[in-house]
């Protein structure tokens, strides 16, 4: 008997011992860089519902002028025939605070990319019809033809969407070897894409180069960020937009884009050929074909033309934003690939 109350007097003992040790288990499965991904989504998580609960608006956007190209400047208004037209900055304003607000929060960016089909043709979307074009569009308008398809999360039979060649995103997730969760950030919702459509980012790229195009008022702005809702007006130019005229002409896109690609050349066709016709100089594309770029130059081997009086009066183009081509470069040298944004606007 005394044998056994010892025995018990023991457990007793060590169990009161093993309670006031640290966790050493515990502490050993996390490790710092495990400790160190833990705590990074914690601060995103908090970043993000701070975020949500004051939202910027257009009143909180401080707008001023401080031009960087000052060549072709257009006024706040102007005269344009026998009307005037604007620069829409209330409206400019309204898509900077949603700059601001998707950027409050630490994200991994990614970008949609199928230019040309290059990533492979998307599948055909649920519900879709052809168009003027005689291409096949989603419900939305959205053209399969240089698209990324998007898939309810968990249906990857066939995709809901399209997604256009330049939109923005947010990475969630890579739940599979072929497939990423995206969150929009040009787009509403959260889909699933291959991952062949997806362009990585990261979470060190930020948005404080943005292009705005207006295709009512046929004129172009470039802002930029210097401070917490402060932005600048770095140039106020006429511009001309994509027309609607099938089977070759088409509208540049309203929307968010990513500048993807530049050329100091960008060739094009002759209508209906594969014939080069000439050239478009210091082109930033920023959408399936649609690039901002200089005065075209009908001659494969012409010189630059600084500007042409059809800028900033009716949409003529193919689907690109006609500059001056001095601005053209500016914008070039100015919006770098990845880390600047079109914002096409009516």
């Known amino acids: 008997m005394k044998l056994y109350s010892k025995l018990v007097f023991l457990a007793c003992s060590l169990a009161v011992i093993a309670c006031n040790q640290p966790n050493t288990t515990k502490n050993e499965k996390t490790d710092p860089a495990e400790q160190r991904r833990l705590d990074s989504l914690d601060a995103v998580k908090k970043a993000e519902e701070e975020a949500k609960k004051k939202p910027r608006t257009a009143e909180d956007i401080k707008l001023s002028k401080e031009l960087s190209y000052d060549k072709h400047t257009l006024e706040d208004s102007y005269s344009y025939k026998d009307t005037s037209r604007v620069f829409q900055l209330d409206k400019i304003k309204e898509r900077l605070a949603f700059v601001e607000n998707f950027q409050r929060a630490p994200a991994s960016y990614v970008v949609l990319q199928n230019h040309k089909n290059k990533n492979q043709e998307a599948p055909l979307v649920k519900k879709y019809r052809r168009n003027e074009y005689t291409r096949i569009s989603d419900t939305l308008g959205n053209e399969r033809y240089q698209s990324a398809p998007l898939y309810v999360p968990g249906e990857t039979e066939r995709p809901t969407v399209y997604g256009r060649d330049g939109f923005l995103a947010k990475l969630r997730s890579s739940d599979t070897l072929d497939m990423v969760k995206v969150e929009g950030v040009s787009f509403e ?158």
């Open 189 to 346: 919702g959260t889909w699933e894409a291959p991952k062949r459509y997806v362009k990585a980012l990261g979470d060190s790229v930020d948005f404080h180069h943005v292009v705005f195009v207006d295709v009512t008022n046929q004129n172009i702005m470039t802002v930029e960020r210097t401070g917490d809702c402060d932005w600048v007006i770095r140039s106020m130019n006429p511009a001309t937009t994509g027309r609607h005229k099938p089977p070759y002409a088409q509208e540049t896109p309203t929307g968010v884009y990513v500048v993807q690609e530049k050329k100091t050349k960008m060739y094009y066709y002759k209508d209906g050929t594969t014939n080069i016709e000439g050239y478009a100089p210091y082109a930033s594309r920023f959408t399936n074909g649609a690039y901002v770029h200089g005065v075209p130059v009908n001659n494969p081997k012409g010189s630059i033309i600084e500007y042409s009086w059809s800028l900033g009066t009716t949409p003529r183009s193919h689907m690109c934003v006609r500059n001056a081509s001095s601005h053209a470069k500016f914008v070039f040298d100015w919006a770098k690939k990845f880390n600047a944004l079109v914002i096409v606007i009516d």
